[in-house]
């Protein structure tokens, strides 16, 4: 991936509805070698999927919680029947296994506390777990989808 892979992915990350003509006029190509790069990164999956993002509280789902998990059970098979119940719930938008004092990470999203209720008592009835904290947003200071492209190794 040189410099120009790299322009073009600042470019998408901040408005992916840009023609092919306009992006490559931002990066310094022409449209058909900037549609062949970007069908590279697409084909290589550095480019996942374009969507549109939409703001959660627009659609009535205003409230934000962090939700750590502790488990006692670290087994392969514990593990692959989580994962597959919880990331079929449409409320967790991130799903993390951490190192340190805390197994697991959700970030979950919910209309309101009766909702947050509703989904915790489904996640507890999953699986068994040693611990659940749930730490409820009060504020979105900041929220992006925007990768920091890193310059490339070796670069000056």
């Not at 409320?91 to 979950?108: C, H, I, P, S, T």
């Amino acid at each position: 991936m040189d410099a120009i892979d790299r322009k073009i992915l600042a470019v998408l990350q901040e408005d992916a509805s840009l023609s092919v003509a306009e992006i490559g006029n931002r990066v310094g190509l022409s449209s058909t070698p900037c549609w062949k790069r970007i069908q590279r990164l697409e084909a290589d999956g550095v480019i996942t999927r374009r969507v549109a993002l939409v703001d959660p509280a627009k659609i009535g789902l205003g409230i934000t919680v962090f939700v750590s998990i502790e488990t006692g059970d670290h087994s392969q098979d514990w593990l692959a029947r989580f994962a597959e119940t919880v990331g079929a719930m449409p409320e967790v938008m991130e799903f993390y296994r951490m190192a340190g004092d805390v197994d697991y990470m959700l970030r979950v999203v919910v209309p309101d506390i009766a909702g947050y209720d509703t989904f915790y008592k489904k996640l507890i009835g999953t699986v068994s777990l040693k611990n659940v904290t749930s730490r409820f947003a009060m504020e979105r200071i900041k929220s992006t989808t925007v990768l920091p492209i890193p310059a490339a190794s070796g670069a000056a």
